[in-house]
């Protein structure tokens, strides 16, 4: 049964920081990984996906990478600003033949403090 | 477009009542989950629909929660009788590509707070 744990599980930072969120699973036959971010009362919002194959994605000051063999993934977070404030969340699609579900961790809680 | 709708937002009930939970997807997405957060558990997968048909329904905790899709523009998720256990938010979300295949974001709604007392 995949396991997703992301640490830490929450993280308090001054503005301009560069920051590091960790992800890791437990079984390394996935077809993807996806990083999303929540906003207190809402849904989440997918920020980046990466495919299996891929070592990482970029999106303006985020970065995401992976490395399937060793089951961990990272979000970097340029340059911090309180709007990146929210609960980041790392989710893990397996291959196979259920590979419709996505497992969550548990998420960070993101504070930039201005 | 409006993205996902869920109603209510939020949801206070005494334990032993019905509880009905809405959801509008997106227009034209064919795929539709509710999932489950709780600080304990994270978020997990109750249900997937597709053009309108249930899945798997094999995250439904118990036979007191039901879900239904009418039609392709609404779908419930029931919970008879609700129980304090069963406290959380529920999320709807919704896509238009087959799960699995390459880039195919979920859209969530905003989802509902439920509260059993």
């Known amino acids: 049964k995949q396991e997703v744990t992301q640490i830490p599980a929450a993280l308090s930072v001054p503005e301009g920081e560069n920051l590091v969120l960790n992800c890791s699973f437990t079984?390394?036959?996935?077809?993807?990984l996806q990083w999303f971010r929540q906003d207190p009362g809402k849904g989440l919002t997918s920020l980046l996906l990466i495919q299996s194959s891929q070592r990482e994605q970029t999106s303006g000051r985020l970065n995401a990478s992976l490395d399937k063999s060793s089951g961990r993934s990272t979000l970097y977070i340029a340059a911090s600003q309180p709007g990146d404030s929210a609960t980041y969340l790392c989710?893990?699609?397996?291959?196979?033949?259920?590979?419709?579900?996505?497992?969550f961790g548990k998420g960070t809680l993101l504070t930039v403090n201005p | 477009d409006a993205g996902v709708i869920q109603s209510p937002r939020h949801e206070v009930t005494e334990m032993g009542q019905e509880v009905t939970l809405r959801c509008k997807p997106i227009s034209g997405h064919d795929y539709l989950f509710w999932y489950r957060q709780t600080m304990m558990r994270g978020l997990e997968l109750l249900i997937y629909f597709n053009n309108n048909v249930p899945i798997d329904d094999s995250g439904m905790p118990e036979d007191r929660f039901s879900a239904k899709m009418p039609n392709a523009s609404f779908s419930t998720l029931k919970i008879q009788p609700s129980e304090p256990r069963d406290s959380a938010v529920y999320f709807c979300a919704s896509s238009d590509r087959p799960p699995g295949s390459g880039n195919s974001p979920l859209h969530f709604g905003n989802g509902t707070r439920l509260t059993v007392t």
């Open positions: 079984d390394s036959a996935i077809y993807n």
């Open positions: 989710a893990v699609r397996n291959s196979g033949g259920s590979n419709y579900k996505l497992t």
